[in-house]
Nanobody, 115 residues
Framework: QVQLVESGGGLVQAGGSLRLSCAAS????????MNWYRQAPRKQRELVAT???????NYADSVKGRFTISRDNAKNTWYLQMVSLKPEDTAVYYC?????????WGQGTQVTVSS
């Protein structure tokens, strides 16, 4: 099993930046990819960014050019750097690991962007 702990959320003004962290532990040997999802009130859950074990990345159109997913292998920590934040980025952000055992969700971290 994989355990995930997110941190780094908070309140920021539009145009500001935040960096989310996802510290992972457990059975990471079969990790295929790490993903960041977000869930805003009254909206569908959205896959924001993915990084594969090979380092390939993919982003939702809504965040391309503003968000960057990365990893620190030595720390087993993944990051989501968010710049030029908009009020519509307000959501609970979750990191989700994809391994040979399935998907594991973190507890989520709230990001609120004020206009």
């Amino acid at each position: 099993q994989v355990q995930l702990v997110e941190s780094g959320g908070g309140l920021v003004q539009a145009g500001g930046s935040l960096r989310l962290s996802c510290a992972a532990s457990g059975s990471l040997f079969s990790l295929y990819a790490m993903n960041w999802y977000r869930q805003a009130p009254r909206k569908q859950r959205e896959l924001v960014a993915t990084i594969t074990s090979g380092g390939s990345t993919n982003y939702a159109d809504s965040v391309k050019g503003r968000f960057t997913i990365s990893r620190d292998n030595a720390k087993n920590t993944w990051y989501l750097q968010m710049v030029s934040l908009k009020p519509e980025d307000t959501a609970v952000y979750y990191c989700v690991s994809t391994t040979g055992f399935g998907n594991t969700w973190g507890q989520g971290t709230q990001v609120t962007v004020s206009s």
